[in-house]
């Protein structure tokens, strides 16, 4: 049998022009179960105009990332037991730094337009897929692909203080997709894209993306890393060395 | 409505709850940065009391010579040490150098700070 807490889904609401406000929703869940299970239940059970992002259910879309008790998860794969207790309540927001559409929806419309300027690809040949400094061989093989590991939930732009007071500035998932791809492929261009007013040089190290990056992507380490590389790009430029300019695929 | 700029964004960037710890070098490098412009600012006004003669610059150090003065001149150490350690880092990492540890060169730079504090409180306080 298993165990049943009772807890308070404390929900941040919004329907058009309304300004926030929060409404309480008590309800019985296993402490096993996610945070996102819980949301779904008073979607299904309290009040159904609650509306809220959800796919896949297993940290693959990106699509359920919210602030739970102030902190951006994503609720898919947050158990309950680890960000409450019985008789606790969980607060349930919408991330921060985009536009609140509905409810727990936000517009990651800038976010998406942005990671295709910086020629985003979702699957990428294994060794070009994780950190450069982790030692998986399981990785090593180019002949095969997987999908890469930003899921695109916007996580890390919720966490950003940058990001809090601009929304001109790309952000982390964008630089990050921009580090990943420079390295795949040499793409000149892509240094050029990040080297900006709100790109790699707006970022002022609070490392909050890497933080709360629920799939190991480590925004704030391939920001600094794409950092070095414009800087290489800007010296050999300031002395005339050649680069050789790749194009991307 | 898009996260324009405004007051209350701009707040959120002294605001610690639920972040970590780099959001305490983020907060503590921008208190410790505006404190020392406005120290700044005041030391030009001090110095400026120079160009009155030596009357007025004489009466200005009779004034700072009290204790709430010697806290000011305290906290004016502190912000110089967090600042310019935590700067370090923060140039390095920016070369690429020392990411991975960022959290750990944080702690034991802002260690560093404490130590430093701690001798120039009790040179200051203690032993002058």
């Known amino acids: 049998m298993s165990e049943k807490w009772n807890i308070t889904l404390i929900i941040t609401r919004k329907k058009g022009d309304e300004t926030p406000h929060t409404q309480a929703f008590p309800i019985e869940v296993d402490p096993d179960e996610y945070v996102l ?10 009040d159904r105009s609650l509306t809220f992002r959800h796919a896949c259910h297993h940290s693959t879309c990106g699509a359920c990332g919210m602030r739970v008790n102030g902190v951006e998860k994503l609720t898919c794969i947050t158990t309950i037991r680890s960000v409450t207790q019985n008789g606790g309540t969980l607060r349930i927001e919408p991330l921060r730094n985009f536009p609140v559409i509905s409810d727990l929806v936000v517009d990651m419309g800038a976010m998406y337009l942005r990671l295709d300027a910086a020629h985003f690809s979702q699957v990428a040949p294994l060794p070009d897929t994780g950190l450069p400094f982790e030692d998986d061989p399981a990785t090593e093989d180019p002949q095969f692909e997987r999908l890469v590991d930003c899921i695109e939930c ?16 790309m952000g982390p998932a964008v630089l990050a997709a921009i580090e990943h791809r420079y390295r ?6 892509l240094l050029n894209l990040a080297d900006g007013e709100d790109g790699v040089w707006r970022c002022h190290s609070a490392f909050e993306c ?7 992507v480590d925004p704030g380490w391939r920001i600094m890393n794409l950092r070095r590389k414009v800087i290489g790009h800007r010296v050999r430029r300031f002395f005339g060395i050649q680069t050789q300019e790749k194009v991307l695929r | 409505m898009k996260n324009a700029s405004s007051p209350q964004n701009f707040l959120r960037w002294f605001d610690p709850r639920y972040r970590q710890i780099g959001t305490w070098g983020f907060i503590l490098n921008r208190v410790t940065a505006l404190g020392l412009t406005l120290y700044l600012f005041m030391h030009l006004i001090a110095l400026g009391q120079l160009a009155k003669g030596a009357a007025a610059y004489d009466g200005f150090i009779a004034l700072v010579e009290n204790p709430l003065f010697k806290l000011g001149e ?19 990492n920016s070369f690429g150098i020392g990411t991975r540890y960022q959290r750990v060169m944080f ?17 200051m306080f203690l032993f002058s």
């Open chain 1, 37 to 46: 299970d819980g949301v779904e239940r008073v979607w299904a059970f309290h």
């Open chain 1, 154 to 169: 916007g996580c890390c732009i919720s966490a950003c203080p940058i990001a809090t007071t601009t929304s001109t500035y």
């Open chain 1, 184 to 189: 795949e492929t040499s793409d000149i261009s």
């Open chain 1, 210 to 216: 890497s933080a709360v990056c629920p799939s190991n």
């Open chain 2, 74 to 92: 305290m906290l004016v150490i502190a912000a110089g040490l967090i600042h310019g350690l935590n700067g370090i880092r923060i140039a390095l």
């Open chain 2, 107 to 123: 702690l034991g730079l802002m260690a560093l700070a404490v130590v430093g504090i701690a001798i120039f409180g009790a040179k």
